[in-house]
């Protein structure tokens, strides 16, 4: 049996009791109410204008399309958790430095059979639904033994597969939708074309259009990971997933209790697996109608297991033989990641701790005073981090000693086909000032797959961003977008005509402004400077979303 060096073994397990224990990363105090930033708002389906502070570049000519919950109620019934909320897709309009906006509830079956039945028919993450009060006694006891339905609330992101775009989220059902009119015009089955249970949310697409994803399967052997990948054209005007394939499968290291992942990462030649130690009890999932218990239950972090790094060949499909180990961490989104002088570079937002999923209830959002204190101070704060892993690990490749010779990163072979890695910070100390980074983004049309200079991302004093950050891995210097009240959203960056250098373009984000009514803003920053170039206000509430995506129009 193979054996980790001494100061690389876990710790051994603990009962269930220990994980009641609250640990504190940080020691915040006065933290401002955003409540209003997870409040249900209507639609509004026809464009309105905007109020533009400053100027947009008359280059851009485009929709910026977001996507996120719109809808934490249902009659008298409330959503328990942030990803619960109906989705609401949104849309600002660009050309001629004007700007539109339009927003519409996702026609999903979800969001049709909550608005007719006036509660919540169909279960969420953190919301499990309560059996039907018109059904009689007997009819309501055995409805808790069927299996929880799949929702096809996509509230999570706009992807796209063959040039068309759907919103997805990480079920088996996306939904196509025209980005003109943010009508559904499809419903997408994954399910229907390979066996996978679901899909993430965060694709990867090459740049002649082929498109890789990532999705579970469940069968008697136990639980698998499967690469997927999508062909880049269509055969007829109707195709969807046709051509789809599963590239490999890969069995969960535990078979009842697979990891999540949000999202996975792409080189020029490998996909990255990453399997962490945030597992998802199948057993509890089974059950949880019966336990009265959403799916969000069943996820528990287990810091006694290391991370495991799967690298799998993109033509050929071959898993690598050599499995890359690293200390417990949780990662819900990669910056990029790159193949260079034998080395994949893999660089990544995470944290040390895993339950921060379970913290992102409604309840904890809308809290203020030291309770909402509280919440943020047990939330491990999350870093960008790199990882260097050695692509040629052979019988020649020496045992105990760093492979890696650039940089701080570390990569030792400790057994035949193992080698245990440690990550180099991409950032300086002023970091931690902003909370840490997440919801990163690059250059990715021109960068992704490639060595790079800068990543984009919200800084996290609050519960949500509340800052935006450029980061120069030259010298990791950061700049900052900050504005006392306002809350960013993920930036996306957009570049400009003839571009020559990497950050030649602008950041949008879409900024919440719970403590001002009506005020929420479309912001439109130089990428070179950070510098703000303006503003488009929106007469409208929004509530902060999650990803959203840049569409060009000639």
């Not at 597992?279 to 959403?294: A, E, F, P, W, Y």
Request: charged residues 25%; proline residues 6%; neutral net charge.
């Amino acid at each position: 049996m193979d054996h980790l060096p001494k100061e690389q073994r876990r710790a051994p397990a603990t009962k269930s009791k220990s994980r009641k224990i609250i640990k504190h990363f940080t020691d915040v105090h006065g933290l401002p109410c955003i409540e209003k930033i997870v409040s249900s708002v209507e639609d509004t389906p026809e464009p309105i204008g905007t109020d533009i502070t400053g100027s947009i570049p008359v280059w851009i000519r485009g929709s910026f399309l977001r996507n996120g919950p719109g809808k934490f109620e249902i009659g008298n019934q409330k959503f328990n958790h942030w990803f619960d909320g109906m989705a609401l897709l949104h849309q600002f309009k660009i050309a001629e430095g004007r700007v539109t906006y339009k927003s519409r509830f996702l026609s999903s079956d979800s969001f049709t059979a909550n608005k007719e039945h006036n509660r919540i028919v169909v279960s969420e993450f953190g919301t499990i639904t309560m059996p039907d009060p018109c059904k009689n006694f007997f009819q309501r006891f055995l409805s808790r033994f069927e299996l929880p339905k799949p929702t096809d609330n996509a509230n999570v992101s706009f992807v796209t597969y063959k040039g068309d775009y759907y919103v997805s989220t990480e079920t088996n059902i996306m939904h196509k939708v025209d980005p003109e009119t943010l009508k559904t015009t499809k419903k997408v089955d994954w399910s229907k074309f390979i066996a996978v249970n679901g899909a993430t949310a965060h694709p990867h697409t090459e740049p002649d259009g082929t498109t890789y994803n990532m999705g579970n399967s469940y069968g008697a052997k136990g639980a698998s990971y499967n690469i997927i990948k999508v062909p880049p054209t269509k055969a007829t005007a109707e195709d969807t997933l046709e051509g789809v394939s599963v590239l490999c499968s890969i069995p969960s290291s535990d078979k009842s209790k697979p990891s999540y992942y949000h999202s996975f990462a792409m080189s020029e030649n490998y996909v990255v697996f990453i399997e962490q130690p945030i597992k998802m009890d199948l057993l509890k999932i089974v059950t949880g109608k019966l336990r009265g218990k959403s799916i969000s239950d069943s996820f528990l972090w287990d810091p006694t297991l290391n991370t495991i790094f799967h690298l799998i060949h993109k033509q050929t499909g071959t898993v690598s033989a050599v499995k890359y180990l690293a200390k417990p961490l949780s990662t819900l989104h990669q910056i990029n990641a790159y193949e260079e002088d034998g080395f994949l570079v893999l660089d990544m937002c995470a944290s040390d701790d895993g339950e921060a999923i379970n913290n992102y209830n409604v309840q904890n959002l809308r809290k203020s005073g030291e309770a909402l204190d509280e919440v943020y101070n047990t939330l491990c704060r999350v870093f960008p981090r790199r990882f260097v892993l050695p692509l040629n690990v052979d019988q020649e490749t020496p045992y105990g000693r760093n492979l890696n010779p650039k940089g701080s990163a570390t990569s030792v072979r400790f057994a035949k086909n193992k080698v245990f890695c440690t990550h180099e910070d991409l950032h300086g100390e002023d970091l931690s000032e902003y909370g840490g980074l997440e919801f990163p983004q690059i250059n990715y049309t021109k960068y992704n797959t490639r060595p790079y200079r800068y990543f984009y991302g919200c800084g996290f004093r609050h519960l949500v961003g509340d800052s935006l950050i450029k980061m120069d891995l030259s010298g990791k210097r950061m700049k900052v977008w900050e504005e006392p009240g306002l809350y960013p959203s993920e930036p996306v960056f957009v570049p400009s005509p003839n571009a020559t250098e990497e950050d030649d373009g602008v950041i949008m984000s879409v900024v919440i402004t719970p403590n001002k009514d009506k005020s929420t803003f479309l912001l439109v920053l130089d990428a070179k400077t950070f510098a703000e170039l303006g503003r488009a206000a929106v007469p409208v509430n929004i509530p902060y979303g999650f990803h959203g995506t840049f569409s060009a129009t000639a």
